[in-house]
């Protein structure tokens, strides 16, 4: 018998969400995923993932909210990552091809299967599939607030609801997210030292239990220690089966090295070359190091006011990596200029000093390393305000 006319048009209009909605059975487990930091950059931290299997249904899938959204224009790519513009997505991939990458770059990954009923999983997995919808599964990222592992907790919070108790970390409202960066770094100095230089004191707040989450290791931990309530009111492991999928084989930095001794290094060879005056060195040492201060000190601007990263605005770094060092930079080549800048210098010297001196009770925490780079530029102010008095008294 044919279909008459408003059977075919139920059908066509339904069609994409009948399609949508798996009714998932009691086979079907979902699980997270925790993969181990990486050798690359956006690989330094971790990664999380869900996986939803069903063998009723032949479902493997996994969730990855990871996946770049890449622009065919490698220029443009650029540009979004720097101003904080680059938007990341919700993939869906077969396990065995998310698998791969690990295995290849020879990361540890561990799954954690979670103590859902039926209807738990159900709801989870409907969220899951309504967010991987074309209009929602697109989203700005945002490191410590909104990324691949921050999405999966809200998720849980969301789907599971009440039922759901979520343990308290050991090291929730004890550090700093960058003291947590800094935790995790401390194996690799000039990287830290060029996260600390860029993100400014609104990453200086101790963060809670549910922020600490921003990480898929704590994501991992604070998991394996928290519960879920069942119809009976019995409290369960939230995490029903722990196992490891591939076991880590990457080599990682294993020496600490102390970057201090090179910063101090500059200071000594700047408090000789205002010492001994030696007129060509000094120019060059001193224009050398007041050129990187005025380059770091404009790519902190822009990164403040010119993009969207949250984390790097208001940025205290600014009151040493400071964009005015390119006026006594250009100062160095002008004789006469230098004249003119007496009480530039001077005011200069004195906020230099300052900073030194107010360090400890900053809202911000700067990198150790870098204080006596700063003292390196109090000195080379110092030495180009006496250079001016004389400059001055001889017109």
């Known amino acids: 018998m044919f279909l008459n006319f408003k059977s075919l048009l139920i059908i066509f209009l339904f069609a994409p969400f009948l399609s949508f909605a798996t009714t998932l059975t009691n086979s079907s487990t979902i699980s997270l995923l925790t993969c181990d930091e990486g050798n690359e950059i956006y690989s330094l931290f971790g990664h999380s993932a869900i996986r939803v299997q069903d063998r009723n249904n032949t479902l493997d899938e996994i969730y ?23 938007v990341y ?7 065995q091809n998310f698998i791969y990458e690990y ?17 738990q999983k159900q709801r989870l997995y409907d969220a899951i599939k309504e967010n991987y919808l074309p209009e929602n599964r697109s989203y700005k990222y945002d490191f410590f607030y909104d990324n691949c592992s921050s999405r999966i907790r809200d998720l849980l919070i969301s789907s599971i609801g009440d039922s759901l108790i979520l343990a308290n970390h050991p090291d929730a409202d004890k ?19 060029g996260i600390d230089l860029v993100l400014g004191k609104k990453i200086d707040v101790k963060v809670s239990n549910h922020h600490l989450m921003f990480l898929p290791s704590y994501m991992e931990e604070i998991l394996n220690m928290s519960y879920i309530v069942d119809s009976s009111g019995k409290k369960l492991s939230l995490v029903k089966n722990n196992s490891e999928l591939l076991t880590n084989e990457l080599d990682l930095p294993k020496e600490n090295i102390d970057i201090s001794t090179y910063f101090w290094a500059m200071l ?27 380059l770091l000190g404009v790519i902190l601007l822009f990164m403040w006011i010119g993009t969207d990263h949250g984390a790097t605005k208001d940025n205290l770094n600014l009151l040493w990596a400071n964009p005015l060092l390119g006026v006594s930079f250009i100062s160095i080549f002008s004789t006469k200029l230098q004249s003119k800048l007496t009480y530039f210098y001077l005011i200069m010297t004195i906020l230099f000093f300052i900073l030194i001196l107010f360090w400890i009770i900053s809202p911000q925490e700067f990198n150790t390393a ?13 030495f180009l305000f006496n250079n001016s008095k004389k400059l001055t008294n001889r017109l």
Request: hydrophobic share 50%; aromatic share 16%; net charge positive.
């Open 370 to 382: 870098i204080r006596p780079l700063i003292i390196a530029f109090a000195l080379i102010h110092y």
């Open 89 to 95: 997505k919700l993939g869906k991939q077969k396990f």
């Open 103 to 119: 295995i290849y770059f020879k990361r540890g990954v561990r799954e954690q299967q979670l103590n859902l009923n039926l209807q």
């Open 64 to 86: 990855n909210w990871g996946m770049f959204e890449f622009s065919e224009n490698q220029a443009e790519f650029g540009y979004d990552f720097a101003k904080g513009k680059l």
């Open 175 to 193: 550090y700093s997210f960058r003291e947590i960066i800094d935790l995790r770094l401390n194996k690799m100095p000039w990287l830290d030292l």
């Open 268 to 294: 000594i060879i700047t408090l000789l070359a205002g010492i001994i005056s030696i007129r060509l060195f000094s120019k060059i040492w001193f224009a050398s190091l007041l050129f990187i201060g005025t």
